[in-house]
């Protein structure tokens, strides 16, 4: 690689990094949910399957649960890789809160991780949490 190469890379390295503005959100908690998004994105199809079993029950889990399923883990794998590509830079609807609008580091799925509190059955994730 010539010097005017690595001269240009580390001028893209060097603008991307100014571009974080730490006062705006976090990039980095938005690069770990997107990493986290995509390698456990996944899970969106047993969870989707739980849920529907526990509100409207057994055939409606493995039909209507199963396609709710696959259909979150499609938007969770996308919505990760876009969070993964797009870290350093402030998102249009990405706050912190679900209310507010305008440019943010926030989630653009709620909830923000795959596995939150309450699916957390047997307090893998979060040990602090009482077992129901």
Request: glycine share 12%; proline share 8%.
């Amino acid at each position: 690689m010539t010097r005017t190469k690595k001269f240009i890379c580390l001028a893209v390295v060097a603008l991307v990094i100014s571009t974080i503005n730490v006062q705006a959100g976090d990039p980095f908690r938005k690069l770990g949910r997107g990493v986290v998004n995509v390698v456990f994105g996944v899970f969106e199809i047993p969870i989707k399957i739980y849920d529907v079993n526990k509100e409207d029950g057994g055939l409606a889990a493995v039909s209507y649960g199963s396609l709710k399923g696959i259909g979150y883990f499609v938007a969770r794998e996308v919505v990760g890789v876009i969070e993964v590509a797009t870290f350093p830079i402030p998102m249009p609807g990405a706050t912190d809160t679900p209310n507010e609008s305008g440019w943010g580091y926030g989630p653009w799925m709620r909830p923000e991780f795959v596995v939150g509190p309450d699916h957390d059955i047997y307090n893998i994730v979060y040990q602090d949490l009482p077992i129901d």
